[in-house]
């Protein structure tokens, strides 16, 4: 089983609706929860973090975080083809501060 | 410019080569990463440092693969006698501190190697 688990799609949506983009974790002990937005050829871009059970909304984007379920997601209301990218869910573990990063997932938002 | 710099972007070298990246962290953050990333997949942590001490290394860190932090600030990492599989993103990020929420990791714009 893999630390960071994601389904690496793509997953397409038409452009207005909400995306939802789902990850699950393999260590109870994760602490810290990050989502990155990675556009081709480029580097990955934090775009949420999340720390503790709930919901975090920023703008667009709400992370959501069980600890229970060991399961975070993300949400992207009202796509836009400029969202088009793949996200990458990110795991902390505490200590070392080290990322451990799921495949991520390829969305596509469809004009 | 405050945010993570590498050097060089891109570099095609031939198996067998030495090649030599170089990060700049941003200026505050104590904490270094070298990440690697393949196409389709996450990046792959490598190794980090504290100020200047080096703290982990993966097991994916081969013998061939060597980073330093002489002064805390920047970051070099070597890779001996290239083979075609470090053909990859290598990947700079770095962050304040760590251990706990709020330490958010950077990530520099990445050094494409290409070994023919």
């Known amino acids: 089983q893999k630390e960071v688990e994601q389904n690496s799609g793509p997953l397409s949506v038409p452009e207005g609706a909400i995306a939802s983009l789902n990850c699950t974790y393999s260590d109870r002990g994760s602490q810290s929860f990050f989502w990155y937005r990675q556009y081709s050829g480029k580097s990955p871009e934090l775009i949420m973090s999340i720390y503790s059970n709930g919901d975090k909304e920023d703008g667009r984007f709400t992370a959501q975080l069980n600890k229970a379920s060991q399961y975070v997601s993300l949400l992207i209301r009202d796509s836009q083809p400029s969202d088009s990218a793949t996200?990458?869910?990110?795991?902390?573990?505490?200590?070392?501060?080290?990322?451990?990063?799921?495949?991520?997932?390829l969305l596509a938002v469809q004009p | 410019d405050t945010g993570v710099s590498q050097d060089p972007r891109h570099k095609i070298t031939k198996r067998g080569q030495n090649v030599t990246f170089r990060c700049d962290p941003i200026s505050e953050h104590n904490r270094l990463y070298w990440y690697r990333q393949?196409?389709?997949?996450?990046?792959?942590?490598?190794?980090?440092?504290?100020?200047?001490?080096?703290?982990e290394k993966s097991r994916l860190l081969s013998d061939r693969f060597s980073a330093e932090r002489p002064k805390g600030s920047f970051s070099t990492l070597e890779i001996q006698r290239t083979e075609q599989g470090d053909s990859a993103m290598y990947l700079c990020a770095s962050s304040h501190g760590g251990g706990s929420s709020g330490n958010t990791i950077y990530f520099g714009e990445g050094s494409w190697l290409t070994v023919v």
């Open chain 2, 38 to 55: 393949t196409l389709g997949q996450g990046p792959e942590f490598l190794t980090y440092f504290q100020n200047e001490a080096q703290l």
């Open chain 1, 87 to 105: 996200y990458l869910c990110a795991v902390n573990r505490g200590a070392t501060n080290k990322l451990i990063f799921g495949t991520g997932t």
